[in-house]
């Protein structure tokens, strides 16, 4: 198995920036996306990294989205200066945000950005139209430019003819699809899919890890280097996770069921305890029990007797019986 051919990182930082570059050596930049960030602090981003870490950058909303999306909530361009942005419009504004990041991702050194566009960017002839120039007329300095289209219009054929046509890479989450169109490198971005019950809700199962690591040889096949970017809410673990399997060839061992809420409790909660510590200390704890379930602690221990444990093998027991309640 091959580290240097499979890039493991997370979209934005799960953890603080320090701890996160002594397990990984990339991250996509998330903020760059809601907002563009002051210079003095991408700089500060860079210095505090080491020099061979690298940052992929999501480029600014500004571009992509349309000023409506409940994303601009998070950006300081005032509302009544916001109506130019978004959607590729060929305007001065749209042109000035891509700029804006393109000496961004100069100071970063990022070798890639990413473009995601909403569903409501439909692959109608005005948005395509304005897609192309867009691409078309942009310095892209010596940047890998990947796009990520979102909504059932933009069908494979739609993004392969854009996507060779411009020089696109297309971005997908490889358990929905595998992307249409790659060069030098692949780039995947995992939102939880297999699906769980809500879109980012999910915990890989090793099962899950070994299929995205065949897909991943799959693509070494066509490509330098394949990108995989978690992007679901335990992607800071199941990076982790699949960042060993790749280095090791065997996983760590994952907890489920009664298994992983004990050792949750366990790390807030000495014993011998009674429910109602356990409620009060851990209680707001969320944890998966199964890769698409994820339930509060206090939904579970509600309901197991109120006495005292003396153990975390008692109070196993009592755990799995409220489990199948």
């Known amino acids: 198995m091959n580290r240097e051919t499979i890039i493991v990182g997370c979209c934005g930082f799960p953890t603080s920036m320090k701890k996160y570059a002594e397990l990984f050596n990339v991250v996509e930049l998330q903020s760059t996306f809601y ?31 349309p000023p409506s999306s409940p994303t601009w909530r998070r950006c300081r361009i005032p509302v009544d200066q916001r109506a130019n942005y978004g959607m590729f419009k060929p305007t001065k504004e749209v042109m000035e945000a891509w700029n804006t990041m393109l000496e961004i991702c100069k100071i970063l050194k990022a070798k890639v950005c990413i473009f995601q ?3 409501a960017f439909k692959a109608t002839n005005e948005n395509i139209k304005n897609l192309k120039t867009f691409f078309t007329e942009i310095d892209r300095g010596n940047l890998i430019l990947c796009w990520e289209p979102r ?31 790659v060069s030098e490198i692949a780039y995947f971005r995992l939102h939880g899919c297999p699906p769980g019950k809500r879109m980012y809700v999910y915990k890989y199962s090793d099962d899950d890890l070994k299929t ?4 991943c040889e799959h693509m070494t096949e066509r490509v330098n280097k394949v990108y995989v970017m978690f992007n679901n809410i335990n992607m800071l673990e199941d990076a982790i996770r699949f960042s060993k399997y790749i280095s090791e060839g065997e996983f760590m061992k994952v907890l489920w069921g009664a298994e992983a809420i ?33 339930i509060q602690v206090a939904s579970i221990v509600s309901k197991i007797e109120d006495k005292l444990y003396e153990s975390p093998e008692d109070l196993k027991a009592e755990i799995e019986k409220a489990l199948t309640i």
């Not at 014993?271 to 998966?288: N, V």
């Open 35 to 65: 907002d563009i960030p002051r210079r003095s602090t991408v700089e500060n981003w860079r210095e505090r990294v080491p020099s061979h870490f690298e940052f992929t950058v999501k480029a600014f909303q500004g571009i992509t989205h």
């Open 117 to 119: 566009t909403p569903a």
């Open 151 to 181: 909504g059932a219009s933009w069908t494979r054929d739609i993004v392969y003819d854009i996507c060779r046509e411009l020089s696109l890479l297309h971005v997908t989450d490889p358990f929905k699809e595998l992307p249409s169109y």
């Open 212 to 215: 995205l690591y065949e897909k």
């Open 262 to 294: 004990i050792e949750a409790i366990k790390r807030r909660v000495d014993f011998p305890t009674r429910k109602s510590d356990i409620l009060e200390k851990a209680g707001r704890m969320k944890i998966f029990i199964k890769p698409d379930t994820r």
